[in-house]
């Protein structure tokens, strides 16, 4: 058996990582002004934030055609791939991973076994780069599948965004706390909801320093009696400095961690706009 895997852009993994691991991307579309781009094919993460600032309206995100994902699916039939995993950003903030289910069956050349990450950005990456790993080593779907949702299962994380009006908009936030923070200028914690995996924002303070304390807090609790290693992550919305300097700060708080940075681009940037950052972890499955 010979296993692709397949994730989508918002997945934010480097070319070395694709490369590496043999990860095939599914683009997601973003409108600006009327103009459609595919991400990471005819814009960038810098062009985009750049953009963002002179636009005239929100931003909004579209699927893949449908006939694009077929087209990626008899690429890799035609590549010798008699399976291909399928792994996709939250079913409830995008309808990539229904309409890949939707698709599945009625694709003959292949069999595609769509996967509901119930996340986006790096931590879906890095599910991603698991289902390589071991489809590399030889697992079979079934033994992937469980493996991943053991490694789903671990994901937690935390976002401060500076304005929530691209998620109020889009309707990306599920709770009526969204209109309240925008009005009020609060800084909002949000947050992926255990139960309805939907984002929700859960606690609210007054100002962005005030914001990271308490989500540093919050991780700390939250991770105080894991019995299994972490990764964590900072991500930022082009705002590089200050994710550097909350990841130095993660790692002086928790030196026995591995945290990375990582980013928010163009896609995810749509929801959550500019300056926005997130502490994230889960299990560090490489240990």
């Known amino acids: 058996m010979k296993i692709a895997i397949v994730t989508d852009s918002t997945a934010y993994l480097s070319s070395d990582e694709l490369t590496k691991y043999n990860i095939h991307i599914l683009p997601i579309s973003v409108i600006i002004d009327g103009q459609t781009y595919d991400e990471g094919v005819?814009?960038?993460?810098?062009?985009?934030?750049?953009?963002?600032?002179?636009?005239?309206?929100?931003?909004?995100?579209?699927?893949p055609a449908t006939g694009k994902i077929i087209e990626l699916y008899d690429q890799l039939a035609k590549a010798g791939y008699d399976t291909v995993i399928s792994i996709h950003l939250a079913s409830t903030i995008s309808g990539l991973?229904?309409?890949?289910?939707?698709?599945?069956?009625?694709?003959?050349?292949?069999?595609?076994?769509?996967?509901?990450?119930?996340?986006?950005?790096?931590?879906?990456g890095n599910l991603a780069i698991a289902a390589a790993q071991m489809?590399?080593?030889?697992?079979?779907?079934?033994?992937?599948?469980?493996?991943?949702?053991?490694?789903?299962?671990?994901?937690?994380?935390?976002f401060i965004v500076d304005d929530l009006k691209n998620l109020v908009k889009g309707?990306?936030?599920?709770?009526?706390?969204?209109?309240?923070?925008?009005?009020?200028h609060i800084k909002p914690l949000l947050t992926f909801d255990d139960q309805s995996d939907k984002i929700v924002a859960f606690d609210k303070v007054r100002t962005r320093k005030r914001a990271l304390k308490r989500a540093e807090e919050i991780f700390q609790s939250r991770t105080a009696n894991l019995d299994y290693p972490l990764k964590v992550i900072i991500i930022n919305g082009n705002d590089p400095a200050d994710g550097q300097i909350w990841a130095d700060q993660i790692k002086a708080l928790r030196p026995d961690i591995t945290v990375t940075q990582s980013y928010f681009g163009?896609?995810?940037?749509?929801?959550?706009?500019?300056?926005?950052?997130?502490?994230a972890w889960m299990i560090d499955f490489d240990k």
């Open 42 to 63: 005819n814009i960038n993460t810098a062009e985009f934030y750049q953009k963002l600032q002179s636009a005239h309206t929100f931003p909004s995100t579209a699927q």
């Open 135 to 158: 489809a590399a080593a030889g697992k079979q779907p079934d033994a992937i599948i469980a493996e991943l949702d053991r490694i789903r299962a671990t994901i937690d994380e935390i």
């Open 97 to 124: 991973y229904g309409q890949i289910k939707t698709l599945a069956p009625t694709i003959k050349n292949i069999n595609v076994i769509p996967y509901d990450s119930k996340i986006t950005v790096k931590l879906m």
């Open 266 to 279: 163009t896609v995810i940037g749509a929801h959550l706009g500019n300056k926005s950052l997130a502490l």
């Open 171 to 184: 309707g990306r936030l599920s709770n009526a706390a969204g209109m309240v923070g925008s009005l009020l």
